[in-house]
């Protein structure tokens, strides 16, 4: 296996711990540690992930005495959300959140008919330097915490079933790892956070791994190790190129892992886990949607457990791509599926409020 690469992000202070940084073991410990009884951790932990309640003040079966230091402790004020941006007649939000330090990331809300989905980032901007992403133009200014992580889901999903959210009361189904940042670039912290997702109420928020997804633009050790956990959540590899010469331009991380080698770890993924990998493949104009290029992927994925999720590329501002000709896009469609490729078009939410793939990039303004 090849030797694994760092992705150091720049130090800064760490985010407040937080009771979702924490498995249950160490909650007790800390509560243990305030001069509480330790089952107090489990109430704690009842109210965050069940009753999806942050405000330990709420907390009324908590000593009245014992509510401010247990709040304070682990129950610190992670996220502020600067405002929220809708489209889709308010069934896509994005959200744009402020962390304790400033930093500034986003997540976005996608309900639909069978499913309520949530894009969570896992970093606050991106080190991957993809040339047709905003977000990995804008580079990397940290990872985030678990706490930080898993509060993007807490606080939406009590917006949700508070019905605060067009549509009525409702509950997230799924979990994808495609916001602001690589997710296996902050490999702990994610694994961390989709334990805090998975896990049965009160360790967690109980929804079903195979309803998380994971994405990454081939970091294969990490892929690796991901693997060897046996989760039963889906891999998404953005790979947008099928050959090397093009995909060492668009992705620049594959001057480190070739393509064959990105292919192969998620071919490991698929056979341990029994879970189809999804390819993420922005369409490009002129530049990754020739004929050619769609028979070579075709090639490479046939027969595999593998579904291609093409992209249309959705606009970013200075860049000097766009979107395949819907002619383009169609001829790519048909020569994968002679192959016996399953693939679909992405449907693009969000690209109104630069909500959609590839466009996180966290204004303020």
């Not at 402790?73 to 304790?100: N, Q």
């Not at 819907?326 to 469609?333: H, L, N, Q, Y």
């Amino acid at each position: 296996m090849p030797a694994e690469l760092t992705f150091v992000a720049p130090r800064r202070a760490k985010p407040p711990r937080h009771l979702a940084d924490l498995g249950p073991d160490e909650r007790r410990e800390v509560v243990a540690g305030l001069g509480e009884k330790p089952f107090r951790a489990k109430q704690l932990a009842q109210h965050y992930f069940g009753r999806l309640e942050s405000d330990a003040t709420r907390m009324t079966d908590l000593p009245a005495a014992s509510r401010e230091r247990l709040g304070e402790a682990l129950l610190p004020r992670l996220l502020t959300p600067v405002k929220h941006v809708t489209c889709d007649g308010g069934m896509t939000r994005k959200t744009l959140w402020r962390a304790f330090d400033g930093v500034l990331f986003e997540s976005v809300l996608m309900r639909y008919p069978d499913r309520v989905t949530l894009c969570v980032s896992s970093q606050a901007g991106c080190g991957m330097n993809c040339p047709f992403c905003a977000t990995g133009q804008a580079g990397l200014t940290r990872n985030l915490s678990t706490g930080e992580i898993v509060d993007q889901v807490v606080s939406v999903a009590r917006d949700l079933a508070r019905g605060e959210v067009a549509g009525g009361p409702g509950r997230i189904s799924n979990i994808v790892f495609m916001g602001m940042g690589e997710p296996l670039a902050n490999y702990r912290r994610v694994l961390e956070s989709v334990r805090r997702i998975t896990d049965p109420v009160p360790d967690g928020l109980g929804i079903s791994q195979r309803g998380v997804t994971v994405s990454t633009v081939g970091l294969v050790p990490a892929i690796e190790k991901l693997t060897a956990e046996r989760l039963q959540v889906r891999l998404a590899v953005s790979l947008h190129a099928p050959d090397d010469e093009l995909r060492d331009e668009l992705v620049p991380v594959n001057n480190r892992w070739k393509v064959a080698e990105v292919l192969d770890a998620a071919w490991r993924y698929a056979d341990t886990t029994g879970r189809r990998v999804s390819i993420e493949y922005a369409l490009i104009r002129d530049i990754n949607d020739q004929p050619w290029r769609a028979d070579l992927l075709g090639r490479l994925l046939a027969g595999r457990l593998a579904h291609v999720n093409l992209i249309p590329l959705n606009p970013t501002p200075g860049s000097k791509w766009t979107a395949s000709r819907p002619e383009d896009e169609r001829e790519f469609v048909r020569r994968l599926q002679a192959r016996g490729v399953s693939v679909t078009v992405r449907d693009t939410r969000g690209q109104e409020i630069d909500g959609a793939c590839g466009q996180l990039a966290a204004s303020g303004a």
